[in-house]
């Protein structure tokens, strides 16, 4: 009796537009966002091995294919975590535009599947690993080894992917085949090596020609600084501010960089130069007044002094206004006080002018706001010298500094290659004296070899020789 069997469904054909959406807890989201980090760095992985130039064609076929792999799983998975959804079909008519004939909607098709898959399930039923092709359902047999070597190497095997793979298995087979592949493989290293640096020395002539040129300075900066690094490594410019700064710190100098650093310094600089000044006219002040005094004894000068300065209304401790008066030609020794008025009245020295104020407050006021504005724009001025000064003297030392170390370069470099060119002539001479030795080894090797097998040829010989003699004689 036979069984009835059930009648299977016939296969659904897969829909072209596929939506997936974003799932709502936070676990499988940052499960999501992990899995695009490892994408990420899948893409850079692979970058390195189509960049590097001494890897086999074979290598960089299969890193080119998993790069794009990557970057369609990344690209959906991005556009899903940003937008929270992703329309299949919009998504792949956006990256067919931008990316023209190296689009491939089969492994896009297949990406879509699996991040919707982990967006669902989180990975598990592994849609998209199939090979291409190949009816998904219940009742249809699987390859397994083709699932399995697209599970591991994380993209969608095409027919170009098995066939390429079964020619790599023929020809791990063939040793020979390895043997001459990987000689030619050596061989591509050792070309490029020596290319590279046949490069290298090229640049370093080109650049010992600039550095050692006496005509240097028509040379352009960019190409000084090319030269030097082509034959150092390192940045000229970078050498240069720390060998000033050395040079400079050793003469208790600093630079000082920065425009708010330079600001501060300027403030500093006007502060001591204001101090300086101050000094100045008091020394100059106490000068001209003990000249026009000298009937004042030394014992009594600084209560005269004092005295003057209560004449005058001043704080008996404070010397700038003092100062200020003599030196722009005030006789304050004979200053006039009026007695109701309180109208000071001062004569200046050798002439009719006379200053007047309406009190000894405003005398002193105004004479203190004048020496502040003289005093405050020569101090400027003086810090504004200083600066530039130091601005002369700084790019006078890296001109220095400049020279010295392309001096140094030079003279190393050439220092260098000497030595190696003595120990390169050492090393010749050398090999020509081991094979000396060796030839006179192998010559004595001959003779004592001619000792012990002709010497007893010889010997037998003459017997031989001896007896025919005899014979003859007989």
């Known amino acids: 009796m036979e ?15 596929v939506v997936i959406s974003l799932p709502e807890d936070e676990k499988s989201v940052a499960q999501l966002k992990d899995k695009l980090q490892e994408y990420i760095r899948r893409r850079e992985k692979d970058q390195v091995v189509i960049d590097d130039p001494y890897k086999a064609p074979e290598q960089k076929n299969r890193a080119i294919k998993d790069s794009w792999d990557a970057y369609y799983k990344g690209t959906v998975l991005g556009r899903l975590l940003s937008q929270k959804s992703v329309d299949s079909e919009a998504l792949e008519n956006e990256l067919e535009q931008s990316n023209g004939g190296s689009f491939s909607k089969t492994s896009f098709k297949s990406a879509v599947k699996i991040i919707k898959d982990y967006a669902e399930t989180g990975g598990k039923n592994n849609i998209g690993l199939r090979e291409v092709g190949e009816k998904s359902g219940p009742d249809v047999p699987q390859k397994k080894s083709n699932i399995i070597e697209a599970r591991n190497t994380g993209h969608v095997l095409t027919e170009e992917d098995i066939k390429e793979r079964q020619n790599i298995r023929e020809w791990l087979k ?21 290319k590279d640096k046949e490069i290298q020395e090229h640049k370093i002539e080109d650049a010992l020609k600039i550095l050692s040129s006496p005509e240097i300075i028509n040379f352009k900066p960019e190409e000084i600084e090319k030269a030097f690094k082509n034959i150092t490594g390192k940045d000229l410019i970078a050498e240069r501010e720390k060998m000033a700064e050395e040079s400079m710190g050793a003469r208790k100098m600093r630079i000082i960089r920065g425009g708010k650093a ?7 600089v006007i502060k001591k130069e204001k101090e300086r000044i101050i000094g100045e006219e008091h020394s100059k002040a106490l000068s001209v007044f003990w000249e026009r ?7 009594s000068r600084e209560q005269y002094l004092i005295s003057i300065k209560n ?30 008025s309180g109208i000071v009245k001062i004569p200046k020295a050798g002439g009719k ?25 020569q101090a400027q001025l003086r810090a504004d010298l200083k600066i530039i000064e130091g601005k002369k003297r700084l790019w006078a030392e890296r001109i220095a500094c400049t020279k010295n170390i392309i001096e140094q370069t030079v003279e190393k470099y050439n ?21 000396q030795e060796e030839a006179a080894e192998k010559q004595k090797t001959e003779r004592n070899k001619e000792e012990l097998f002709e010497k007893p040829k010889r010997k037998k010989l003459s017997k031989k020789v001896a007896v025919i003699k005899r014979k003859k004689r007989k």
Do not use: H
């Open 415 to 435: 220092l260098e290659q000497q030595k190696k060119q003595e120990a390169k002539q050492q090393a010749l001479i050398g090999q020509q004296r081991r094979e």
């Open 3 to 17: 069984i009835p069997q059930k009648e299977q469904e016939p296969i659904k054909p897969e829909q072209e537009k």
């Open 262 to 268: 330079v600001e501060e310094y300027r403030k500093q």
């Open 311 to 340: 004449k005058l209304g001043l704080n008996p401790a404070d010397n700038v206004v003092l100062d200020k008066l003599i030196n722009d030609g005030y006789e304050v020794e004979k200053a006039r006080i009026g007695w109701f």
């Open 353 to 377: 002018m006379v200053l007047v104020c309406d009190s000894r407050a405003t005398l002193s006021q105004q004479t203190a706001k004048e020496l502040n504005f003289e005093v405050s724009a």
């Open 293 to 299: 005094n000298s009937n004042i004894e030394e014992a």
């Open 174 to 194: 063939n040793p020979e085949e390895i043997k001459r592949t990987a000689e030619q493989a050596q061989q591509r290293v050792k070309e490029e090596e020596q």
